[in-house]
């Protein structure tokens, strides 16, 4: 087999387009106290691990590709596009850049980075009138920050999973998850009656849709 191009050892794109995610999303995110810290690292972490198997060394396909081999005959697992494993497990014909899941992949992308950049323009200026954020985003669910990251991961998954990502993932969701009920009970400690009321009307992650969706809530969340 033979490649007209080398698909990884490229150093300098893992380095540049994990600096370019990060980036992004610092400048969404914006981490000042040292819960936001950790959920920016634990993010940053899955990043760099993403970008070190998509562009660097692709320890998921050099695990799989005895397997891959022997299931798809013909397929080079040394090519860019058999990183796509989805694409490939699926029987997907032709460059996987075009097909659904790609799209999908840039579809939870980008709402995950819209949903990063609403969230803290409504969360900074409710910081800075030292008050509850409780619109935009805000309104629909009580941690869009961390529904954010998650569709992001989401996102990245569907485009270009591997054994550490997928194996990171769930232990994320588990850290989020943590860091949001933490950080209500100190909401609850700061403005007492109105958080909790907030609370009651409004889903921790997931919204409702129906049409009593503004009526509160006394289901725990």
Same mark, same amino acid.
């Given at each position: 087999m033979t490649h007209d191009?080398?698909?990884y050892g490229l150093w300098s794109l893992v380095i540049l387009n994990s600096a370019v995610f990060l980036m992004f999303?610092?400048?969404?995110?914006?981490?000042?106290?040292a819960r936001d810290w950790r959920s920016f690292g634990a993010f940053a972490a899955f990043i760099v691990a993403l970008f070190v198997e998509m562009y660097g060394f692709p320890l998921t396909i050099y695990l799989l590709s005895g397997w891959l081999q022997t299931r798809y005959l013909g397929l080079d697992p040394l090519t860019h596009n058999a990183g796509h +494993?989805?694409?490939? +497990? +699926?029987?997907?014909?032709?460059?996987?850049h075009f097909g659904a899941l790609h799209i999908a992949s840039y579809l939870l992308l980008g709402g995950g980075f819209w949903l990063l950049s609403s969230a803290w323009h409504v969360l900074y200026h409710a910081q800075r009138r030292r008050g509850l954020a409780t619109a935009g985003p805000y309104a629909r669910i009580r941690h869009p920050q961390y529904v954010a990251f998650v569709l992001i991961l989401l996102g990245f998954l569907v485009q270009w999973p591997t054994l550490l990502t997928l194996l990171m993932f769930p232990v994320l969701l @588990?850290?989020?998850? %943590? @860091?949001?009920?933490?950080?209500?009970?100190?909401?609850?400690?700061?403005?007492?009656?109105?958080?909790? %009321?907030y609370a009651e009307r409004t889903p921790r992650f997931l919204p409702r849709?129906?049409?009593?969706?503004?009526?509160?809530? %006394?289901?725990a969340r």
């Amino acid at each position: 087999m033979t490649h007209d191009a080398p698909a990884y050892g490229l150093w300098s794109l893992v380095i540049l387009n994990s600096a370019v995610f990060l980036m992004f999303a610092f400048s969404f995110f914006k981490p000042q106290t040292a819960r936001d810290w950790r959920s920016f690292g634990a993010f940053a972490a899955f990043i760099v691990a993403l970008f070190v198997e998509m562009y660097g060394f692709p320890l998921t396909i050099y695990l799989l590709s005895g397997w891959l081999q022997t299931r798809y005959l013909g397929l080079d697992p040394l090519t860019h596009n058999a990183g796509h +494993l989805w694409s490939t +497990l +699926l029987g997907e014909q032709g460059d996987p850049h075009f097909g659904a899941l790609h799209i999908a992949s840039y579809l939870l992308l980008g709402g995950g980075f819209w949903l990063l950049s609403s969230a803290w323009h409504v969360l900074y200026h409710a910081q800075r009138r030292r008050g509850l954020a409780t619109a935009g985003p805000y309104a629909r669910i009580r941690h869009p920050q961390y529904v954010a990251f998650v569709l992001i991961l989401l996102g990245f998954l569907v485009q270009w999973p591997t054994l550490l990502t997928l194996l990171m993932f769930p232990v994320l969701l @588990l850290m989020y998850g %943590r @860091l949001a009920v933490n950080e209500e009970r100190e909401m609850a400690s700061q403005f007492g009656a109105e958080y909790r %009321r907030y609370a009651e009307r409004t889903p921790r992650f997931l919204p409702r849709w129906s049409a009593n969706a503004d009526r509160p809530n %006394r289901e725990a969340r």
